[in-house]
């Protein structure tokens, strides 16, 4: 019966399996990040990569399940030690204290009573401002750390900076499963291969034209959905016989979480993206006016015993704005104090090891939602895909190694 059979076409059966088990799972993995944005003709015809399509919900979902379970807003601030923060402002505000009094009395309406003052006056003004700076400074962060709650919405800052930076979010979920998505591609190979000998052995027995086609659609599907049970099951360690199985991705915790926690601190919960969100969030008129409140006293401290001679020559109405206007400019060397990427660092490492920590405690049900939405959000979809195209290759395999259809 077997005597005229085409051995060498069969032998292709389980190779070309492998094939298609494991292009089909690499697809799956492009299709969930890319593209970055739309392609095709909106809005059925094409296709966004998955994450990217949901950022704003993916990047919601580990908020609420990973990030608000390692750290609050306030822990955060703590973290970053307000005083260790004063001290940087003092220090980067302190060179430019002669310029910022300058800057205020031109634009003040006493330029002409400013320039004729003697030298040792304005000195004397320059040292009082100074002498007076870190204890206003620091009273101003230890107020932003205990208010931070009601300066700036965790959530919505992160949700907001992932939505609108999609190659971030796609990192986040990259790099700290970058293991599983390798175990995904790879794994089509040798489960292609697999169901590929069980393949071959039916053909043998049956040779219809539609069993390739058939196949590729079961093996595209099965290869998708094996790996991903694998990576997030079981969730617990489990005993079976002498090997204690768990999970791939929940197996590597520890790894993941400094992963993890190395990119959030350096790239989203970072001071700088803290000072700019106080500074130019939703909220930011709160923290404008808690600045204002905190440093603009400065100007009366500064101008001493002369203030009444002050008031008099700009008029009550003027001195008050000037008041107002060195808030304001206290407001933008408070963000100049945040652009030393050394100093950035220094902080984000403080918060990383707590985060660390932290991530490294979550149970496997906490921990799984780290990388679970990836596939989660459209699992279905990204299987289906990968038992279209597995069949779309059994055609291919029929029509052209085995003859056709008939």
Not at 206 to 211: E, G, N, R, T, V
Not at 340 to 364: K, S
Request: aromatic share 10%; with cysteine.
């Amino acid at each position: 019966m077997f005597e005229d059979l085409q051995w060498v076409k069969y032998a292709t059966i389980p190779i070309i399996a492998g094939v298609i088990g494991y292009v089909t799972n690499w697809i799956a993995v492009r299709m969930t990040f890319l593209p970055l944005e739309f392609v095709g003709i909106p809005p059925y015809l094409g296709w966004q990569g998955i994450i990217p399509l949901k950022a704003r919900k993916m990047a919601s979902i580990s908020v609420e399940s990973v990030l608000s379970k390692i750290g609050s807003l306030r822990e955060i601030a703590e973290q970053m030690d307000p005083e260790r923060i004063a001290e940087h402002i003092v220090a980067t505000i302190d060179p430019m204290v002669p310029a910022m009094v300058d800057d205020y009395a031109r634009q003040s309406g006493f330029a002409d009573l400013w320039a004729t003052m003697p030298e040792a006056l304005r000195d004397a003004v320059y040292t009082r401002v100074r002498r007076k700076l870190p204890t206003r400074v620091h009273s101003l962060t230890a107020d932003v750390a205990d208010k931070i709650d009601d300066l700036l919405d965790l959530r919505l800052m992160v949700v907001d900076q992932l939505a609108a930076d999609k190659e971030l979010l796609n990192r986040i979920f990259l790099e700290a499963g970058e293991q599983e998505f390798k175990f995904i591609v790879r794994s089509g190979l040798w489960f292609g291969f697999l169901l590929g000998l069980f393949q071959m052995g039916l053909q043998l027995l049956w040779d219809a034209w539609w069993l390739l086609p058939v196949a590729g659609i079961v093996i595209g599907y099965v290869t998708n959905w094996l790996a991903l049970k694998i990576i997030f099951e079981p969730l617990e360690p489990r005993r079976i016989g002498p090997v204690v199985v768990q999970g791939l991705f929940l197996k590597r915790q520890k790894e993941v979480a400094a992963v993890f926690c190395r990119l959030v601190t350096r790239e989203i919960l970072t001071l700088r993206n803290f000072v700019d969100r106080l500074l130019n969030g939703p909220r930011s008129d709160r923290t404008h006016a808690m600045i204002r409140r905190h440093l603009a006293p400065l100007v009366d401290e500064a101008v001493g015993l002369a203030r009444p001679m002050v008031k008099m020559a700009m008029g009550t109405s003027e001195y008050a704005k000037g008041v107002e206007r060195m808030g304001v400019h206290a407001v933008e060397l408070s963000d100049l104090a945040f652009g030393d990427p050394v100093f950035n660092a220094e902080r984000a490492v403080a918060v990383e090891h707590e985060m660390r920590a932290r991530m490294e405690e979550l149970t496997p049900m906490e921990f799984q939602y780290m990388l679970r939405p990836a596939f989660q959000e459209d699992e279905t979809k990204l299987i289906v895909a990968g038992a279209i195209l597995g069949g779309l290759a059994g055609m291919a395999q029929s029509i052209f190694v085995f003859g056709g259809i008939g």
